[in-house]
């Protein structure tokens, strides 16, 4: 989630949301984002200032992606098809890290950042400085820091209805996660890859007096990646919104039951 993502993620015409008949979170569905919380409609996923994105942004070519077949623009079936492959044993500062120095390694790596470059821990200072130094490229994350820590400021934490340590008042489980449904190989060499997740993204708060409930997301973040230090990291990134399905016709579930699925239902090493 980026400042800037300014947009109306109302319900589509024609779909049906059902709420269960007693709902915690104050029995009201917003229409629409506020435009405070569209600062973040898609899980924490770094929250960059606007220099920040710009930073990201550079260097990025429009080379279209080489993972098609002559058929026009169907992907390959490989770029979704799982391999089977062992995913990586190895962590550092808790992150999954050692990936192959091979296409399929920096799709397991891209996976991997995004979940957690989306999570809670970004709205910590302390987290977010391990994650950025441990997923970027040392020249990105020294450029990134300091813009990312402007992003994160204590306005912007309260808006999300965090203190100024991003902690979540007490009784109350802020969420904010990352689920790759699938990724696919832009273009790769020996020394560099850009790779795009498609994903959804969960954010918000989940409490009895939670004004501002867990939503659902679905966006696809691309990661320019460069072969460093014995594993790929991030050089530069970049997300855009879509391609979302559309909503079924779920029951929306109460604060209890998402806190009680956040705190039981753990996260994946992703591998292709």
């Known amino acids: 989630m980026t400042p800037g993502d300014d947009h109306d993620y109302g319900e589509p015409a024609g779909t049906r949301v059902r709420l269960p008949e007693a709902d915690p979170y104050g029995g009201a569905r917003r229409p629409a984002r506020s435009s405070s919380r569209s600062l973040v409609t898609v899980v924490g996923v770094v929250v960059l200032l606007i220099a920040a994105i710009a930073f990201a942004n550079r260097g990025h ?24 492959t062992k995913p990586v044993e190895s962590k550092t500062a808790g992150i999954p890290s050692g990936f192959a120095h091979t296409e399929q390694g920096a799709q397991s790596a891209a996976a991997n950042y995004a979940v957690a470059l989306g999570s809670t821990g970004m709205f910590q200072k302390d987290t977010r400085h391990t994650l950025v130094d441990t997923l970027y490229t040392k020249d990105s994350a020294a450029k990134l ?45 020996d020394t560099t890859a850009r790779v795009a997740v498609w994903y959804l993204g969960l954010i918000g708060m989940s409490g009895t007096d939670s004004t501002d409930p867990v939503t659902s997301s679905w966006k696809t973040w691309t990661f320019d990646l460069s072969w460093a230090d014995d594993d790929w990291k991030i050089s530069t990134d970049s997300q855009k919104n879509g391609p979302a399905p559309v909503p079924g016709d779920d029951t ?13 239902y753990g996260g994946f090493t992703y591998a292709r």
Do not use: C, W
């Open 252 to 264: 929306a579930a109460t604060s209890d039951e998402i806190s009680k699925a956040i705190e039981e």
């Open 61 to 84: 070519d429009d080379t279209p992606s080489s993972d098609t077949t002559a058929n026009g623009n169907k992907p390959k079936t490989t770029s979704t098809a799982a391999s089977g």
């Open 145 to 189: 820091q300091s813009a990312m820590d402007q992003a994160y400021s204590a306005d912007f934490l309260a808006k999300m209805g965090l203190d100024a340590d991003g902690n979540a008042p007490k009784g109350n489980t802020f969420v904010s996660r990352v689920v790759p449904v699938g990724t696919t190989v832009q273009n790769h060499s």
